[in-house]
């Protein structure tokens, strides 16, 4: 079985802190994503990763960056959290670019 | 115009019934294609992978049409536990865009006794 971990399920920041969200899967997928999801708005892909090192803007990566320095491990980044940040977040892996994704359990960010 | 739209739920069915979700994309160039299940407050999982001749799990059934270019989920015989949203995905294969996922809003199905 697929597993795709995030480091928290529940977080609350404050406006302008730095944010980590840390995901990790144990199935040696290629390609790792970051979306958020949010009422009305659906899923949203911030960023991604086709391999270590490398990374890709999605369709909303303003406020946000990430890191793949391990091949298993993808981290997002939010440099100074503003409340619109507030949402859902979640981290998803696929074992190729046409492959089914793999969703974490998500991290319920509260930004105030 | 969304890229990938889908029935505007929400569908509200008593058990035993049959109920069917579509789900049209826009970009031609879409390859692969999913439904996902998505429980109230829980990530979306897979639920199945959608083939050009059709496949069938259980109760399920996924259809492709590339030519109207929609896909389909038909759930027969609804149990209280297929109450969730019900996400369409669709994947492009090639160009710069391949890999990203492109995800419908979802349809709401609540089973009820």
């Known amino acids: 079985d697929v597993k795709v971990t995030q480091s928290s399920r529940y977080l609350v920041k404050r406006t302008g802190e730095k944010v980590f969200l840390e995901c990790v899967q144990d199935?040696?997928?290629?390609?790792m994503f970051w979306y958020r999801q949010d009422p009305g708005l659906g899923l949203r892909l911030i960023y991604f990763?086709?391999?270590?090192?490398?990374?890709e803007k999605g369709d909303i990566p303003e406020g946000y960056s990430v890191s793949r320095e391990k091949k298993e491990r993808f981290s997002l980044i939010l440099e100074s959290a503003s409340t619109n940040q507030t949402s859902m977040y979640l981290c998803?892996?696929?074992?190729?670019?046409?492959?089914?994704?793999?969703f974490g359990p998500g991290t319920r960010l509260t930004v105030t | 115009r969304k890229e990938v739209e889908q029935d505007p739920g929400p569908f509200n069915v008593p058990e035993g019934a049959t109920v069917a979700f579509n789900c049209t994309y826009s970009n031609s160039a879409s390859q692969s294609f999913f439904w996902y299940r998505q429980d109230c407050r829980k990530e979306p999982k897979l639920l199945m992978s959608v083939y050009s001749s059709g496949n069938e799990d259980g109760r399920f059934t996924a259809q492709l049409n590339r030519a109207s270019q929609y896909i389909s989920l038909l759930i027969r015989d609804s149990k209280l536990s297929d109450s969730a949203t019900y996400l369409c995905v669709v994947k492009e294969e090639f160009n710069t865009n391949a890999g990203k996922s492109t995800f419908g809003d979802g349809t709401t199905l609540t089973v009820k006794p």
């Open positions: 990763s086709y391999d270590v090192k490398m990374k």
């Open positions: 998803a892996s696929s074992l190729g670019r046409v492959n089914e994704q793999y």
């Open positions: 199935m040696d997928h290629e390609n």
